[in-house]
């Protein structure tokens, strides 16, 4: 089984400034994923990031980037240039490629942004 | 672009009433997924269904939870005699197995309030 560690429950940033949002997990799979979804009051889960256990480079996809360090077993994720829109809750989300499919999420991290 | 839509969106209901929700994938993805959500959580996984086969459930989906996907394209997940601990945010997610990385769209969701 999988486990995904968000440790932190609440985070706050400064309208502009980046922020990284923490992700560990423990999985003994050689090959695996991890999704990053985004969560805004309005309850709709929005895909944001995937990361491939086997991909040389780091995931980026616009303002959002994965640190990805799979000795560490982290993905965390980058958040450049917050936006007010950007207050949500997000979850880090590990995909196994045998499985089938279906996601297992965390408590996830609240994200506020300050104007 | 049409994502995948739930119905309805909000739904107030009285413990024992039954309950039905319907949700609409995106038009090519072979893959359907339900997820119920409750406040401070992340999503749990109910079920999920491949074309019209219902291939895995979860053990949240009581007796008394039901889902069909009769053509393979939209879904319903019906809750007959409905409790108080029912109410959540009940997510609908597809996807196609032979996407980038199988990811999974969600939909709005359905507020369920059991009084």
């Known amino acids: 089984a999988q486990k995904i560690t968000q440790t932190q429950p609440g985070m706050f940033v400064q309208e502009k400034e980046a922020v990284t949002l923490d992700c560990t997990y423990d999985?003994?799979?050689?090959?695996?994923?991890l999704f990053w979804y985004k969560q805004p009051s309005s309850g709709e889960m929005i895909f944001l990031i995937y990361q491939g256990s086997y991909d040389e480079q780091n995931a980026t996809e616009g303002r959002y980037s994965l640190n990805f360090q799979k000795a560490r077993k982290s993905a965390n994720l980058v958040i450049s240039a917050s936006q007010l829109g950007d207050s949500a809750m997000y979850f880090c989300v590990p995909f196994h490629g045998g499985s089938q499919g279906n996601l297992i999420f965390g408590k996830g991290t609240k994200l506020s942004v300050k104007p | 672009d049409t994502g995948v839509s739930q119905d309805p969106r909000h739904k107030i209901t009285k413990r024992g009433q039954n309950v039905t929700f319907r949700c609409d994938p995106i038009?090519?993805?072979?893959?359907l997924y339900w997820y119920r959500q409750t406040l401070g959580q992340g999503p749990e996984f109910l079920t999920y269904f491949q074309n019209e086969a219902q291939l895995e459930k979860s053990r949240l989906l009581s007796d008394r939870f039901s889902a069909e996907r009769p053509k393979g394209s939209f879904s319903t997940l019906e809750i007959q005699r409905t409790e108080q601990g029912d109410s959540a945010m009940y997510l609908c997610?597809?996807?196609?197995?032979?996407?980038?990385?199988?990811?999974?769209?969600f939909g709005p969701g359905t507020r369920l309030t059991v009084l």
């Open positions: 997610a597809s996807s196609l197995t032979s996407g980038t990385y199988n990811e999974q769209f």
């Open positions: 999985t003994s799979d050689q090959s695996y994923g």
């Open positions: 038009s090519e993805h072979n893959r």
